[in-house]
């Protein structure tokens, strides 16, 4: 594959990751407009408990996604498994966008944002595994690392995409009122418009080298085992492995980017709009780091910079959440929370290609997706409940510890793990 090839196919898949991804985190930025739409009745914090019980609940189709999409990516291709993938997103954007209020079609109303949250968690839950393989078999050996780390460029570009639409509506096109009543429907529609154009782009995309081989030279008997759940269970270390390096890292990402904003706020203090602009500015600086630590991954390994990640979110991610509960101004908040995204890195960066030099081409889709999708819905897609039942508890300061706790699971596994730069499967697909 020629150089402009490769690269066109690795913008490709990007831009519908972020597509996914903006879709995905639009809800969390305008639930605090429409958690009144859909549910009336009681205070902020309770209305908030319910739009993140369904933004959870949707995580919880995060495992059905990654097996069902795993396995069509490893048996049909990563191209087609990715079109699939954004195609869902949008039906679940447009679902959101035309669903009346509370106030109009009553229970209902809550019950199709569930809908269109589990439509979408199914397809999240396929594009995290099939973008993961995508982009590092798609990527030279060398810059495997480098080019790999763009999954959470875009990922994070959706979330920032998200809100800086915020923003646009809160400071110059809408006012409070009308954001509650009808202009939180504005993003929703962006992105299900979005996810044509990504469609298109996946649809011209090549396949990677890595499963056409595979596929040219299995047999049908082999081909039939691709992507099974029997021939995942062959690779019990490497599963083990992905949740275990996911559950902190995961945690400490919801916790610092979709969770951030609604704690700044109703934790902080923090005005709205102030909040917003904070969270905007440092997702875009936290987007730059990603690259340059997937390039110092492939100079000096995987293995090093997560143990960094590890030992570094255990011992400041209390003292950094306490002190942005009492933060007195904007630039002191920016500073800590970018020394938490910083040390976020070392996880976010180079996870995605982690996991997908652990397993072979025949399962590699559905090894990297179904166990990280499980491990997402459990602590990375309970988060926000888990820290607002904290707060409603008055015991604010527990969830601190419980996202301390989770990393240095985590980084037990780091230290005990391989340095997947140095004995990395898809280096044995050529």
Not at 61 to 67: F, K, N, Y
Not at 214 to 221: H, I, K, L
Not at 234 to 258: C, D, I, N, S
Not at 282 to 301: C, E, H, K, N, W
Request: aromatic share 12%; proline share 3%.
């Amino acid at each position: 594959m020629t150089p402009a090839r490769r690269l066109r196919s690795i913008f490709s898949g990007s831009v519908g990751n972020l597509v996914e991804w903006y879709d995905w985190y639009v809800y969390a930025a305008f639930s605090i407009y429409f958690a009144r739409a859909f549910f009336p009745e009681g205070d902020l914090t309770s209305q908030l408990l319910n739009t993140a019980a369904i933004f959870a609940i949707g995580f919880l189709m995060r495992p059905l996604g990654g097996w069902l999409l795993g396995r069509y990516a490893d048996r049909h291709g990563r191209k087609r498994a990715l079109v699939l993938s954004v195609l869902m997103m949008c039906t679940g954007s447009l679902i959101i966008t035309f669903t009346p209020g509370h106030a109009s079609i009553g229970i209902a109303a809550p019950v199709l944002l569930v809908l269109a949250r589990l439509l979408q968690g199914l397809s999240v839950g396929g594009e995290y595994g099939t973008s993961a393989t995508y982009l590092s078999e798609m990527a030279t050996r060398e810059h495997r690392g480098f080019w790999s780390s763009f999954q959470y460029v875009t990922l994070v570009m959706g979330h920032l995409l998200a809100l800086l639409v915020l923003i646009a509506l809160q400071q110059w096109l809408l006012t409070d009122d009308q954001l509650r009543e009808w202009g939180w429907r504005i993003p929703f529609a962006i992105g299900a418009l979005a996810a044509v154009t990504a469609m298109w782009l996946r649809g011209n995309m090549e396949e990677t080298e890595s499963f056409a081989r595979s596929e040219a030279d299995a047999s049908a008997a082999h081909q039939d085992s691709q992507g099974t759940l029997r021939l995942l269970l062959r690779h019990p270390r490497a599963l083990l492995t992905v949740v275990g390096l996911t559950m902190g890292g995961t945690l400490a990402f919801y916790t610092y980017t979709t969770y951030m904003h609604k704690f700044l706020v109703n934790s902080a203090g923090m005005d709205n709009h102030d909040a917003s602009l904070l969270n905007a500015g440092t997702l875009f600086v936290y987007m730059l780091l990603q690259p340059a630590v997937g390039a110092l991954s492939d100079r000096i390994g995987r293995r090093p910079i997560l143990i960094a990640f590890g030992v570094l979110g255990t011992l400041l991610t209390v003292p950094i959440l306490s002190h942005l509960q009492s933060v007195q101004s904007v630039v002191e908040a920016f500073w800590l929370i970018m020394l938490a995204l910083t040390i976020l890195s070392g996880y976010t960066a180079i996870n995605a290609v982690v996991k997908a030099e652990l397993f072979p081409v025949e399962v590699r889709a559905l090894g990297v997706g179904l166990p990280y999708a499980l491990t997402v819905a459990t602590f990375g897609g309970t988060a926000e409940y888990v820290a607002l039942w904290f707060k409603g508890a008055g015991m604010e300061s527990g969830f601190y510890w419980y996202v301390t706790a989770c990393i240095a699971c985590s980084l037990v596994v780091y230290v005990l793990m391989p340095d997947t730069k140095r004995t990395s499967r898809i280096d044995r697909d050529t």
